[in-house]
T-cell receptor
């Protein structure tokens, strides 16, 4: 059973396009996250979200927007893709607080050409 | 100063060796600490939480030093399968956000 799943696993697209990455967790967690891991392998949080609060990392361009249809899903929509958006995007989930750690999805490798 | 800092390595050690990684964090109010493991082209996976009194899980021992603001991970009797990048992770702001170090790469050599 996959705890946190993401689709697609690979995404190759051209500059200027709009794309979405889907994430689902079956752990019953209250909070979900999106992270970006760049070419230098640095993992940085983009958003954390539960049913009450969206916390946005202020360095994230507003071309990126999380959308949560329900507690088990947090999708990432990206408008007007740029070359610099190429990275691996990880979805994660945790209980209401992170004291027990977060569980990551397998990642989506985005390449913008 | 970065929130979490680690020596990137690489650490190349023979099988059976003992290896230790340290990590420092900037915010003295940090509340939760973890070690994650990330294999090449895979997602980070929680290895262990780090408790104030220190904790052990098999060959792995984690320590927290609040006074000096560092955490450590000790791996005894290294196995080839321990080869990975080890990420130091700190919950700095008391909310849900985790801050990841850049990772320490370990290669265990036969």
């Amino acid at each position: 059973d996959t705890a946190v799943s993401q689709t697609p696993k690979y995404l190759v697209t051209q500059m200027g396009n709009d794309k979405s990455i889907k994430c689902e967790q079956n752990l019953g967690h209250d909070t979900m996250y999106w992270y970006k891991q760049d070419s230098k392998k640095f993992l940085k949080i983009m958003f954390s979200y539960n049913n009450k609060e969206l916390i946005i990392n202020e360095t994230v361009p507003n071309r990126f927007s999380p959308k949560s249809p329900d507690k088990a899903h947090l999708n990432l929509h990206i408008n007007s893709l740029e070359l610099g958006d190429s990275a691996v995007y990880f979805c994660a989930s945790s209980e209401m607080t992170s004291v027990s750690g977060q569980y990551f999805g397998p990642g989506t490798r985005l390449t913008v050409t | 100063r970065k929130e979490v800092e680690q020596d990137p390595g690489p650490f190349n050690v023979p099988e059976g060796a003992t290896v230790a990684f340290n990590c420092t964090y900037s915010n003295s109010a940090s509340q939760s600490f973890f070690w994650y493991r990330q294999d090449c082209r895979k997602e980070p996976k929680l290895l262990m939480s780090v408790y104030s009194s220190g904790n052990e899980d098999g060959r792995f021992t984690a320590q927290l030093n609040r006074a000096s603001q560092y955490i450590s991970l000790l791996i005894r009797d290294s196995k080839l399968s321990d080869s990975a990048t080890y990420l130091c992770v700190v919950n700095i702001d008391g909310a849900n956000n985790l801050f990841f170090g850049t990772g320490t790469r370990l290669t265990v050599i036969p």
